[in-house]
Structure formats: C-alpha cells, structure tokens
C-alpha cells in the first residue's frame, strides 16, 4: 500500500533558490516528507544494471563521480547495493544515501566506509557538488501529480552537465520495475523491464508507471497508445513464444521499432526483458 505524502509547498511555490545546491527549503527543513520507508533487497537491480550498462559512459566521464541515492527507505540495503555495483564501473565513485527521516540515517551510519556516506535531507539534495546520477526510487509515486514537475526541475537544477536524474517505481520485488530519465533539459525517456513469466501482457506494467503517467492510462493519452501498442506486439510474436519469452520480447521490441516508436537501445537490452522509449512518445498531455 502506498502511504501519500502531504503536498510539497516549496517545490510548488517554485521556491527552488532556497532548495538548490545543498540548501533546504523556507523554514530551512529538508524539503519533501516522511513516508513508510518500504524497501526490499535487490528490487532497484533491473534499473542499476541499466546505469552500469548504457548509460555507465555518464560516470565513467564525471568529473565528480557522485552519485545520489534519495529517499532509500527504513534499510540503506538498495544504496549500499548501488554503492557497490557502480563502483565496478568507476572506483572512485561516492554514493550518498539521503533520507527525509532522521531516524533512518542514524540506523544507516554504521555502513558508512570510503565513498558511501548517508545524511538527512530531501530534494534540495543537501550535499556538495553536482551528482552525476541521482535515483530516486518509489518516492515520487507519493506525492502529488501536481507536483512532480515542480521536483522534477528542483532535482534537475542540481545534476552535474551530463548528469541523470532517475524516478523510478518498482513493485516489492523488482520483478515490475519503470523509470524515467531526465537531464538537466528535461525528461529523456521512459523505461520498463519486466521479469519474463510473471505476466501475460506487458501493458500490465501501468500498475507500476511512475507519478507523471500512472493517472494518464487512459484513451487519448500518449502512454495508453504506447500500451496498447506494445499489447499489439506482444500478441503478434506469440508463435515465437516457442522458443521462450526472450525471443518473443525482442520480437515486441523490433516490431515497435519498425512501427516508428523511438526505441532506445538494443537486442542487448531487450533480451533482458526491458524497453526504452523516447519520452515524447508517451509524455502526457498539458
Ligand atoms: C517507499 S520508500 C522507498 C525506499 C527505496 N528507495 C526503495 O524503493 O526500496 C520511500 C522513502 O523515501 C523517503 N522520502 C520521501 N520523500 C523524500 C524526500 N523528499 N527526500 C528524501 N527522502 C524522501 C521516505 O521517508 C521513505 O523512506
């Protein structure tokens, strides 16, 4: 169950200058609140072998490899997890877990070492430099839509010049997991991985869409056509079901691509059950 957060009133009153590089909001507490801090070993892994695959060139190019894990919940388990799987692509690279919740950082401090720090903050970010990648990750889906292009451009306004902001949603255990992109231009695009037989059409990922599109699944809506397309495709390849779901997959994804759908990324990704798509494609209506 999803426990909604209260409506954001620095991030809507625009009041970013108080909220970017490391300051907090009007009354100077982190901005954002507190939520149930659910989380679960290993559910982020679809996303971070997505960060140390296509896009571990951001990193490997910072200048600063810092790197934000905001919002990581009652256990630091998924930041340490982030922690260790970008340090394979950089070495020097520093992770900091950033919790609303006071009580959560002191629980994570003990698993501080070289490179992975925790501290108190919300989305003002409360650390020095620009970070490189921040993920947020089943944070923004509790708060208000109104809100999230307002956090979204807060976020945005700390990354670092080929800096990536991630929204992303996942169920309890990743086996359903969709993200956002966004640099410091705007939203990129929308990716969904989904675990091959823990479904049977791939619109049932709309349960797990971030904020910015769960409520726009809905006729007229870009992310509903991009839903019923991939439906089409997915039951187009059926035969190839005989040689296993990857095959099939990759078949959706090919098929979308030869439709005109902005498809990023490659057969290497898809045969792990993950599409990506320009965000203009299924960027909801004004
Ligand atoms: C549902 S948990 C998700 C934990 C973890 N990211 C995951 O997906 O497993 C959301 C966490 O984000 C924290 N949070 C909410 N708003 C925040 C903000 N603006 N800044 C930092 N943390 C925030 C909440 O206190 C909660 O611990």
Sequence with gaps: MVQKAER???VRAGNHSQGGAGGAGKSGKPIGNVTRGTTNPNRM?????????????????????LVIDLGYGA?????????????????????????????????A??????????????FEIPVPGQPVIVRAFNVLRQYEEADV???????????????????????EIGRRVTWVALDVGGPLSLS???????????????????????????????????LQALDKAWLNAAPLAAFGN??????????MLDGGWPVHD?????????????????????
């Design 8 to 10: 954001v009133a620095p």
């Design 45 to 65: 892994r679809r996303l971070d072998r997505w960060l140390a695959g296509p896009q571990a060139w951001r990193l490997r190019r910072a200048t600063d490899p």
């Design 149 to 171: 292009e307002a956090i979204w451009s807060l976020v945005r306004s700390r990354l670092s010049p080929d800096g990536l902001f991630i929204d992303g949603t996942c169920d």
């Design 266 to 286: 490659g057969p290497s990704r898809w045969r792990l059950g993950e599409l990506t798509v320009g965000w203009d494609a299924v960027a909801p209506s004004p």
């Design 75 to 107: 256990s630091p388990a998924t930041a340490v997890e982030l922690f260790d799987r970008l340090s394979a692509v950089r070495a020097d690279v520093r992770v900091a877990g950033i919790e609303i919740e006071p009580a959560r950082v002191r629980a």
């Design 192 to 226: 969904i991985s989904m675990r091959f037989g823990g479904f049977v059409l791939p619109s049932e990922i709309a349960e797990r869409l971030p904020k910015a599109l769960i409520h726009r699944n809905v006729p007229g809506e870009k992310i509903h056509g991009f």
């Design 246 to 255: 990857r095959q099939r997959w990759t078949a959706m994804c090919r098929s």
């Design 109 to 122: 401090k003990a698993l501080e070492r070289a490179g992975l720090s925790f501290h108190v903050g919300g």
